[in-house]
């Protein structure tokens, strides 16, 4: 296990935990977020995948699939099934180490963008409030990929 963190301009310390990916298949990743007390998994949405197939004669086959991701989703509509947690002194976010992030949007109760981070360690201080993360993730295992994003509520108090 790998632990990077740094001081963020926040009350809050934000870390990244790296786990092992014993596992083969890109949709079956680690990503959690937890608050030293509670511990959440995001709500998923698949953005696009490629899955390599085989080689027969001539010809190389593969798979590639585009999905809607978070396209029409009304998070404020869906608030009841997004998991939430509370902003702590200690915020981690827990990952295998095949997953790359590939940035954080920060969304406001009204499902405004109001910031995007590089990173999830360094960024600057939210305000008390209600706010939608949606954290883009790059899966890769061997040859094969899966891009999504996941969402979760963060409460700021």
């Not at 870390?15 to 990916?21: E, G, H, K, R, S």
């Not at 109001?114 to 890769?140: C, K, M, R, T």
Request: proline content about 3%.
């Amino acid at each position: 296990m790998v632990s990077l963190s740094l001081l963020a301009c926040s009350k809050a310390e934000y870390a990244v935990i790296t786990v092992l990916n014993t596992s083969q298949d890109i949709y079956d990743c680690t990503v959690e977020v937890e608050n030293g007390h509670d511990s959440i998994e995001p709500l998923a949405f698949l953005n696009s995948s490629y899955e390599p197939g085989g080689i027969s004669g001539d010809s190389v086959s593969a798979t590639f699939r585009d999905y809607a991701g978070m396209l029409g989703y009304d998070m404020v509509e869906n608030i009841a099934e997004i998991p939430a947690i509370t902003e702590s002194k200690e915020m981690n976010l827990v990952t295998d180490d095949t997953i790359e992030f590939l940035g954080v949007e920060i969304y406001d109760a009204n499902q405004t963008l109001i910031d995007s981070w590089d990173s999830w360690i360094i960024h600057p201080e939210l305000a008390q409030g209600q706010y939608f993360v949606v954290l883009s993730i790059h899966n890769e295992i061997g040859s094969y990929y899966l891009n999504a994003q996941l969402l979760f509520v963060l409460n700021v108090d």
